[in-house]
C-alpha cells in the first residue's frame, strides 16, 4: 500500500468493476481507504492522535483541521493517516507539535495538568501562531472513514456444541 502507481490501479478497478465482482460488498469502504491511501503523504512513517495529545495534558481538543491547517501554514507537510480518522502524519519535528500544544494551553488554559514541566517550557516558534484552518479538497467527496454496517456488527460469540445447549435448557 507504499506505492501510489498500485493503488491508483486498485482505486480504478475498484471504480470500474462493482457490477463484475457482486460477492464483495464493502465497496464504499475498500474504495474510502484507497482514496484516504491515495491522499497521504506516503514517504512520512510516523503519526500523531491528536486527541492522544491534548489528553495526555488534559487540554480541551482542537479541531483537526485547524491543527493540519496551522501546520501547513507554518511551511510542514501534513495529512491525515488512512487508519485513524483523528491522526495527522507530519513532518513537522515534536519541538514544533508541542510548541503548537503549548500555545494552545496558554489561550485555553487546562485546570490542572499532570505534566506541567512540558507546558511551561518556552515556545520556540518564530513569530505569533495564527490558527488557519486547512481548506476542504476540491472534486469529489468519498467517505474515508465508513462506520461498520450495523451495531455490534463483527465477530460474534463463538458456536457452542450440543451439551452446551443441553446445560442452559436444563
Known sequence: LQDADFVQRCLTVCEAQTESLPGI???????GTLAAISEE???IPL?????????????????????????????????HFHREPEAV???AP???????????AKEQPPRTCPLPQILS???GL?????????????G???????????????????????????QVSK
Not at 460488498?25 to 474504495?31: E, M, N, R, V
Not at 469529489?140 to 445447549?165: H, I, L, S, T, Y
Request: net charge positive; hydrophobic share 40%; charged share 25%.
Open 25 to 31: 460488498t464493502s465497496w464504499k469502504k475498500i474504495h
Open 41 to 43: 503523504h506516503l514517504d
Open 47 to 79: 503519526y500523531y492522535r491528536l486527541p492522544q495529545l491534548f489528553k495526555s495534558l488534559k487540554l480541551n481538543g482542537m479541531p483537526l483541521r485547524q491543527f493540519r491547517g496551522t501546520l501547513a501554514s507554518l511551511g510542514y507537510r501534513v495529512s
Open 89 to 91: 502524519k507530519t513532518d
Open 94 to 104: 515534536n519541538e514544533v507539535i508541542f510548541d503548537l500544544l503549548r500555545v494552545w
Open 121 to 123: 517550557r518556552e515556545v
Open 126 to 138: 518564530p513569530g505569533a501562531v495564527v490558527w488557519t484552518t486547512e481548506e476542504r479538497v476540491q
Open 140 to 166: 469529489p467527496r468519498v467517505a474515508k472513514f465508513v462506520p461498520n454496517p450495523e451495531p455490534n456488527w463483527g465477530p460474534k460469540a463463538r458456536a457452542k456444541g450440543a451439551k452446551a445447549a443441553e
